[in-house]
């Protein structure tokens, strides 16, 4: 199948020389061609230039982009987008003063959603999860990264990532899985964390491998969660099974997993709402990419993470959607870009770059995702006609997406 889009306004994001990363000062330029065509054969970019060089159209889709723009599709590099049932009473219990933590003390949060997930049966899971899946996709998200954490049993967590598996195989969208068995300890663990790690060490992670269920490992290192020491003996585990690291920290507080994260060569650290110049110092140097999360902060009315610090001191960032019941029940990757601009001070062409290229890169998806090049996947957002990229941040309540290629295919 070829497809050939012609009179693009501007093809954003266009990277020939296909860079797997991007620092500040990389982050700064989005290369756009104005005026522009690209081609699709079968799942790939397979070219694209200025109109003047335009190639012929017969035998082909022809899809007609005057007045507007091209980019290639949201990588969202950090959600729990497969859960059971929601949390809206929590939502009230908060607009009613309760803290996320005061909610979390009483048995709610991510233990009220184990519960519901462990009494739900994995086809009713698969089946509230893919209403999601396909909501995120229409809203122009390419790869997406999703991750357990609510079984926070052998069997709760088979399930969760049985689930992406099957959402993997029937849906043209790259997922990467991640297993967090380490999210919170069940109230029968409460005071005996060993024994809930040594079941995520000597359980739960071998019969992941077995099933080749999991590409990453991930905890939510923070006061009252996992410390620091116990998230690194779960990294160690998982890295023992080939799972690299992504980890949720600085959220809530500053307890130094960071450098941490960093000596054991994590791909990525998520949430840093609370960042100390410490923080900022370990990541230099490192490969490790820090994802902001911005719904979550607008959600739960936490601070946003301060992108400008990071990116001032040259480091790259990825931004994604945290999707999930509790803290930030959208997957709208639009959203979260248009909140990198107004809340976390990213001009337009950063928050692009770190909702593509460098989401891309926290999920090691840069290779084929994340950017316009030759062979790279053809998953693609088409605006509806629009003055200047910039409109996407701007204009941040509207949809203005007409549709969406996810792996050359239109989608509507
Ligand atoms: N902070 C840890 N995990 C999720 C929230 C989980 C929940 O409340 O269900 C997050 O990234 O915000
Ligand atoms: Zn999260």
Request: net charge negative; aromatic share 6%.
């Amino acid at each position: 199948m070829s497809v050939l889009i012609t009179n693009i306004k501007q093809l954003l994001q266009v990277r020939p020389d296909n860079p797997k990363i991007l620092d500040a000062a990389a982050m700064r330029e989005l290369p756009i061609l104005e005026n522009a065509w690209l081609l699709i054969e079968d799942d790939v970019i397979a070219g694209f230039g200025t109109m003047e060089s335009c190639p012929d159209s017969s035998g082909r889709q022809v899809i007609d982009a005057s007045g507007k723009i091209v980019l290639p599709s949201w990588c969202d590099s950090h959600t729990h987008l497969v859960y059971a049932g929601n949390r809206v009473q929590e939502f009230s219990d908060r607009i009613h003063g309760m803290t996320y933590e005061e909610i979390a003390n009483r048995g709610g949060g991510i233990l009220n959603s184990a519960k519901r997930l462990n009494d739900t049966s994995e086809n009713q899971l698969y089946e509230e999860s893919k209403i999601r899946l396909e909501e995120v996709i229409r809203q122009g998200t390419g790869a997406i990264e999703i991750k357990s954490g609510y079984g926070l049993t052998v069997d709760g967590e088979l399930k969760m990532l049985r689930v992406i598996k099957r959402l993997r195989e029937n849906y043209g969208i790259a997922i990467k899985a991640t297993f967090l068995g380490a999210h919170a300890f069940p109230t029968e663990f409460k005071t005996d964390h060993e024994g809930y790690i040594n079941r995520i060490i000597n359980e739960m992670l071998p019969s992941i491998a077995a099933e080749n269920l999991a590409d990453y490992i991930d905890a939510f290192c923070e006061t009252g969660y996992f410390s620091v020491s116990e998230t690194e003996k779960i990294i160690e585990a998982g890295m023992r099974f080939g799972l690299r690291a992504k980890i949720h920290v600085n959220q809530f507080t500053a307890i130094d997993g960071i450098e941490m994260a960093v000596k054991q060569n994590a791909l990525s650290v998520d949430h840093l709402e609370i960042l100390e110049p410490k923080d900022t110092e370990a990541l230099k140097k490192s490969e490790t990419i820090a994802v902001a999360l911005p719904l979550c902060s607008l959600f739960i009315s936490i601070p946003y993470t301060p992108a400008r610090e990071l990116l001032d001191a040259g480091l790259p960032l990825a931004i994604a959607t945290d999707y999930n019941p509790g803290t930030a029940p959208s997957g709208n990757m639009n959203l979260a870009v248009a909140l990198g601009c107004i809340k976390m001070k990213l001009t337009p062409e950063e928050a692009i770059n770190a909702a593509t290229l460098n989401g891309a890169y926290a999920m090691e998806l840069s290779e084929t995702h994340g950017s316009i090049g030759i062979g790279k996947k053809a998953n693609l957002i088409l605006t509806r006609p629009l003055s200047d990229y910039a409109e996407i941040p701007y204009s941040f309540g509207s949809n203005l997406i007409e549709s969406v290629i996810l792996s050359g295919k239109v989608i509507q």
